[in-house]
């Protein structure tokens, strides 16, 4: 059984304070970390400690945080062969900063200056052997080939839609799971009346959509109902990654055969017991430790 993912990854460096600085102000930082990231990356590597074997297709630079986010997911265990390593390019980083108290941050992040993944670059065979795609749509003409090849191999996929990117739309009426941001449904127009949002949803032809809606769970839409999952409540550190890692879950469970509403259950928890660490990777859970935090709230 193996996850191919198309995508993102990234070098995060992470600082949690005490409170969100001013401006023109010093702020000292009471913990410093540096871990790999990237929405698809982060996501396959929730799989692996699931025990779903991954293959990751993206690009990194030359430089220094390519090499790290390169060795970051070897030490996952995730399957490497994928990525393009530009020459004289820079790799994608971002600079996170946590806010103790809240749990809540703040993202600075810069793309990477190589070249977008082209099609040709995924190679004949990048689907041999998998039972699911994951895209995040970043890079549109490959995720938009790939997704047309998985179709026509009854691969099922899944869109991680962080924003209403250009070309995300038809990307995603390929897809058989939209899993995403409350800022992607506000550009399709989300309001808090769902009933609205969900004849949206039919016009588009969308299959199964998911919304995330942080703190306050999660909404999510089939052709013939709606259903909303609370989060579960945990002593948050820090969000960075939890949508990621609800992604990670979210593939586990229908690679699993479990209705959407277990499943769903299931990623939200993997998305909070993530929330109790520092970054999006060092809080990711075993599949054993997922089953017990859900056996302790009986939800499961």
Same mark, same amino acid.
């Given at each position: 059984m193996?996850?191919?993912?198309?995508?993102?990854?990234?070098?995060?460096?992470?600082?949690?304070?005490?409170?969100?600085?001013?401006?023109?102000?010093?702020? =000292?930082v009471?913990?410093?970390?540096?871990?790999? /990231? /990237?929405?698809?990356?982060?996501?396959?590597?929730?799989?692996?400690?699931?025990?779903?074997k991954? *293959? %990751? +297709?993206?690009?990194?630079?030359?430089? %220094?945080?390519?090499?790290?986010?390169?060795?970051?997911?070897?030490?996952? +265990?995730?399957?490497?062969?994928?990525?393009?390593?530009r020459?004289k390019?820079?790799?994608?980083?971002?600079?996170?900063?946590?806010?103790?108290?809240?749990?809540k941050?703040?993202?600075?992040?810069?793309?990477?200056s /190589?070249?977008?993944?082209?099609?040709?670059?995924?190679?004949?065979?990048?689907?041999? +052997?998998?039972?699911?795609?994951?895209?995040?749509?970043l890079?549109?003409?490959?995720?938009?080939?790939?997704?047309?090849?998985a179709?026509?191999?009854?691969?099922?996929v899944?869109?991680?839609?962080?924003?209403?990117?250009?070309?995300?739309?038809?990307?995603?009426?390929?897809?058989?799971?939209?899993?995403?941001?409350?800022?992607?449904?506000?550009?399709?127009?989300?309001?808090?009346?769902?009933?609205?949002f969900?004849?949206?949803?039919?016009?588009?032809?969308?299959?199964?959509?998911?919304?995330?809606?942080?703190?306050?769970?999660?909404?999510?839409?089939?052709?013939?109902?709606? %259903?909303?999952?609370?989060?579960?409540?945990?002593?948050?550190v820090d969000?960075?990654?939890?949508?990621?890692?609800? +992604?990670?879950?979210?593939?586990?469970?229908?690679?699993?055969?479990?209705?959407?509403?277990?499943?769903? *259950?299931?990623?939200?928890?993997?998305?909070?017991?993530?929330?109790?660490?520092?970054? /999006?990777?060092?809080?990711?859970?075993?599949?054993? =430790?997922?089953? *017990?935090?859900?056996?302790?709230? *009986?939800? %499961?």
């Amino acid at each position: 059984m193996l996850v191919t993912g198309i995508g993102q990854c990234s070098l995060d460096y992470l600082a949690l304070v005490d409170s969100f600085p001013e401006a023109d102000t010093k702020k =000292e930082v009471l913990q410093w970390e540096e871990q790999g /990231g /990237g929405p698809v990356a982060t996501a396959l590597v929730s799989l692996t400690r699931l025990g779903i074997k991954c *293959r %990751f +297709h993206g690009i990194i630079g030359d430089d %220094f945080a390519g090499e790290k986010i390169r060795q970051s997911l070897i030490d996952e +265990h995730v399957d490497i062969k994928g990525i393009i390593k530009r020459s004289k390019a820079s790799s994608q980083i971002a600079f996170i900063v946590i806010e103790k108290d809240s749990g809540k941050r703040t993202i600075f992040w810069k793309r990477p200056s /190589g070249d977008e993944l082209r099609p040709e670059e995924l190679g004949a065979d990048f689907l041999k +052997h998998s039972v699911f795609l994951l895209l995040d749509g970043l890079m549109k003409d490959s995720s938009l080939y790939a997704v047309k090849k998985a179709k026509g191999m009854n691969i099922p996929v899944m869109i991680d839609a962080g924003r209403l990117r250009e070309g995300m739309l038809d990307i995603a009426t390929f897809c058989d799971y939209v899993v995403a941001s409350e800022e992607f449904a506000k550009d399709l127009g989300w309001s808090e009346n769902p009933e609205i949002f969900w004849k949206k949803l039919k016009k588009l032809r969308l299959k199964v959509v998911t919304i995330t809606l942080g703190d306050r769970g999660s909404i999510t839409f089939l052709k013939d109902k709606y %259903f909303y999952i609370p989060a579960f409540r945990v002593d948050t550190v820090d969000t960075t990654g939890a949508g990621d890692v609800f +992604h990670g879950g979210y593939i586990f469970g229908t690679l699993q055969g479990w209705n959407i509403m277990n499943t769903v *259950r299931f990623a939200s928890a993997c998305a909070a017991m993530k929330c109790t660490k520092i970054g /999006g990777r060092r809080g990711i859970p075993s599949l054993d =430790e997922v089953f *017990r935090f859900l056996e302790e709230r *009986r939800t %499961f």
